[in-house]
């Protein structure tokens, strides 16, 4: 049993691989795709450094990428729109 708590309860943010994951599709690579990849690496780096790869490794690396391009676009909660107090002209976009 895991004791690892998820990073959003303890609000540590977005951890590295999410950080290259999001940077990949910003450069138009489709999240699954990119999540897979980082998560193929992965394994075969701890492969390569002496872990165990057995089917539940390779079933996790394998449902990650299509979990992930289902998800977030359901997922996502928009950003609020803060008003503009009145009277108040909004600057100027640079």
């Known amino acids: 049993m ?16 999410d950080g290259l994951m999001a940077g990949l599709a910003a450069h138009g690579l489709p999240l699954g795709r990119a999540r897979a990849g980082i998560e193929l690496a992965v394994l075969a780096a701890g492969w390569q450094l002496g872990g165990a790869v057995g089917p539940g490794t390779d079933g996790d690396r394998v449902e990650h990428g299509p979990l992930v391009q289902y998800l977030v676009p359901r997922l996502t909660v928009p950003a609020p729109v803060r008003p503009v107090p009145t009277g108040v002209t909004p600057p100027c976009p640079a």
């Not at 895991?2 to 691989?17: D, E, F, I, Q």
């Open 2 to 17: 895991s004791t690892k708590l998820p990073a959003r309860l303890v609000r540590l943010g977005p951890g590295p691989r």
